[in-house]
Nanobody, 123 residues
């Protein structure tokens, strides 16, 4: 059973940066596509960025391209989301998720989810 534990959320001013962490346990980290999703107030959960377990390619939604970066530390079984140039519209609960699908940005392909961490960007 995969377990995911996020950390690193908080309050930041617009233009600032935050790094979220997600500790993975229970299975072989390198065999999972890892994704970050978010749910803003009053909106549905949406895809943000993912790192595919085959090929090492990453995909991100257009609104975060050039600002958010996903990375992995295989020694620590941890995936990170580095967020820069944050905007108030980035305010959301951010979720880490794991999927056995080789390449996916679809919520339904991700079987395992963390508890979420709040990110609030003030203007």
């Amino acid at each position: 059973q995969v377990q995911l534990v996020e950390s690193g959320g908080g309050l930041v001013q617009a233009g600032g940066s935050l790094r979220l962490s997600c500790a993975f346990s229970g299975r072989t980290f390198s065999r999972y596509t890892m994704g970050w999703f978010r749910r803003a107030p009053g909106k549905e959960r949406e895809f943000v960025v993912a790192d595919m377990w085959i090929g090492g390619s990453t995909y991100s939604t257009d609104s975060v391209k050039g600002r958010f970066t996903i990375s992995r530390d295989y020694a620590k079984d941890t995936v990170y989301l580095q967020m820069t140039s944050l905007k108030p519209e980035d305010t959301a609960v951010y979720y880490c998720a794991a999927s056995t699908v080789v390449r996916s940005t679809q919520i339904n392909d991700y079987r395992y989810w963390g508890q979420g961490t709040q990110v609030t960007v003030s203007s």
